[in-house]
């Protein structure tokens, strides 16, 4: 019927009639302005989706949202039984548990939000395909999560810091930039995973093993001395470079009085934390912006 | 907005007539997708390797074209049911207009982002029917004091609350009825360019179909394109006053609902 009809627009190709009412291609992936435009309108979004994931982890726990101060504590207890109690790795450290606990809950944060992220998309299908949103927003919510589970963390981390008697100091404030550097590494990492996982889904079996070496080579559970000790200069001098060690060896400089360090420079340790988090944040966001279109999909 | 019993004596209301606006434009769409036959194939973990070392694709993938060179143009202020019969691709139309599947020929041009709203639109189960509320609005662009302002009306208007109190409930506690009226009512809400309905009314019972029917007629007026995929002729024909019927994913007729209707159902009788 619409065509017996002498309206201007007869005579025209789809295109032509598409181009010149305005109208886009479907799916089509915004430019990076448009896209980081449309995250910041989204902000509100990502905060509240991070808030319900977080209340909807626990909803079926009995003891609620204490669960967030009780699994980093519960943690904290089994592997200073195992590192500190019976494999005695405290290598004469004044204060292990505070060490042990402090690379604990630093490398946590950026293990649970890598982990989750390789799901990120692929758990939450039915969203995408129901509603059009910046996918980056499920990521990004992630960390989120992540980050508030951490400041939960960082309450009993420092009552533990306390109680081993470390002193109050000026350095603690030290923290502060250092979670916030590794917040943006997390959420950067978090979008290359979860743009990775979407495709590949198998890399959800493989991550677990992936973060456990990646533990391991960070000195969360022994001293740091030995990768000097024990590895060749070259092997030490990349392992100085691991952007997880060094997020907590900032950590442990600001909140221990004596510690062992692998990095003996800490304007440099900064330079690589700053590094590591703008390679991360601005690698991870591009590589997530760019597979935009192909959320959801299959 | 121009329909056939005005077109038919095209010559008296001539001067009456206005410039269409299309905001769906679906030029020659052809889309193919892979479907995984799940443990059809030979999923042993020796059989996978080899196709791994000889890289040969997994054989339980099998493509699928499921729209065939599909043309036509929605607009302003239409609503287009889709009908035929299972497996005839009006679902996956929908998706390709809603920019959620690729097309592999052709191309598809909207006004705006079209809204899809299935059946399968989850939320977070876990949660409040309330908090869902918030979560979708959020999710579609609104304002969080746009949010507050239309949570009241977005419950009252799903009904969920007609025996007792459910929206303060987790959603997994919902029978699928209720569910698909809260997320009806959610995606509702919003003033949308195009949006897409696929199944959704056919779960409400017999007023909340009433009342999302003068829904879909309000989303209308205010100038936008409804799209209807339903198996229910007559809520079609309630709601659409054109009808596209796919088969086999190619348009069998596109025309007045109760032309294309009347040949469907001699269609559906005569097989």
């Known amino acids: ?298 | 907005m121009v329909n056939l019993e005005m077109s038919n004596d095209v010559t008296v209301t001539l001067p009456r007539i206005q410039e269409r606006i299309p905001t769906v434009v679906v030029d020659d769409a052809h889309v193919v997708y892979r479907v995984y036959k799940g443990a059809a194939g030979n999923t042993s973990p020796v059989a996978a390797f080899k196709r791994m070392v000889t890289r040969t694709s997994a054989p339980n993938v099998r493509e699928v074209h499921a729209v065939r060179g599909v043309s036509f143009t929605a607009y302003r202020g239409e609503a287009i049911g889709l009908i035929g019969s299972n497996g005839s691709g009006k679902s996956t139309l929908l998706r390709a207009i809603a920019g959620l599947l690729p097309v592999e020929r052709g191309a598809v041009y909207t006004q705006g982002q079209p809204s899809l709203l299935g059946v399968n639109a989850a939320l977070l189960n876990d949660l409040p029917g309330e908090r869902n509320v918030t979560l979708g609005c959020l999710a579609m662009g609104m304002s969080p004091a746009e949010v507050r302002r239309k949570l009241p009306e977005i419950i009252a208007f799903s009904g969920i609350n007609q025996r007792g109190d459910f929206a303060s409930l987790p959603m997994r506690t919902y029978s699928s009825g209720m569910s698909a009226r809260l997320r009806f009512s959610i995606a509702a809400a919003k003033q949308h360019d195009v949006l897409l309905i696929d199944e959704a009314l056919a779960t409400g019972d017999k007023a909340f179909r009433k009342r999302s029917e003068g829904r879909v007629r309000e989303l209308r007026e205010s100038a936008g394109t409804v799209f209807l995929v339903s198996h229910q002729l007559s809520s079609v024909r309630d709601t659409c006053e054109r009808t596209i019927w796919l088969e086999s994913g190619e348009i069998r007729m596109d025309g007045p609902t109760d032309d294309v209707i009347r040949a469907y159902n001699e269609f559906a009788n005569g097989k």
């Open chain 1, 1 to 298: 019927m619409a065509n017996l009809l002498a309206d201007p627009d007869s005579g025209l190709t789809p295109a032509q009639l598409a181009a010149r009412h305005g109208l886009r291609v479907a799916g089509q992936r915004p430019s990076l302005g448009r896209y980081s435009g449309q995250l910041w309108h989204y902000r509100h979004f990502i905060s509240a989706y991070a808030h319900a994931k977080l209340t909807a982890s626990f909803s079926n726990a009995r003891l609620g949202q204490l669960w967030q101060v009780l699994t980093p504590l519960t943690n904290a207890a089994v592997y200073y039984l195992i590192f500190g109690l019976v494999l005695e790795q405290d290598r004469g450290m004044n204060n292990f548990i505070a060490y042990l606990t402090t690379g604990l809950f630093i490398f946590n944060f950026t293990q649970t939000s890598v982990q989750q992220g390789t799901q990120a998309i692929s758990g939450s299908l039915g969203l995408i395909r129901a509603l059009h949103f910046p996918r980056a927003c499920l990521p990004l919510a992630i960390t989120a999560t992540q980050f508030q589970q951490l400041l939960g963390s960082m309450v009993v981390l420092l009552g533990i810091v306390v109680a081993t008697g470390e002193p109050i100091t000026l350095m603690w404030l030290m923290l502060v930039p250092a979670v916030l550097l590794q917040t943006v590494f997390n959420a950067g990492l978090t979008m290359a995973v979860a743009r990775l996982g979407a495709k590949a889904t198998d890399l959800k079996q493989v991550m677990p093993f992936i973060l456990r070496t990646w533990m391991y080579s960070s000195g969360v559970l022994y001293s740091v001395t030995l990768f000097s000790e024990n590895l060749p200069g070259w092997a030490t001098a990349i392992v100085q470079y691991n952007p997880m060690l060094v997020y907590i060896e900032l950590a442990r400089i600001a909140l221990l009085e004596d510690t062992h360090l692998l990095n003996d420079s800490l304007p440099l340790t900064w330079l690589i934390a700053v590094g590591w988090s703008l390679l991360a944040g601005l690698g991870g966001y591009l590589y997530f912006w760019r597979g935009e279109q192909e959320y959801g999909r299959g």
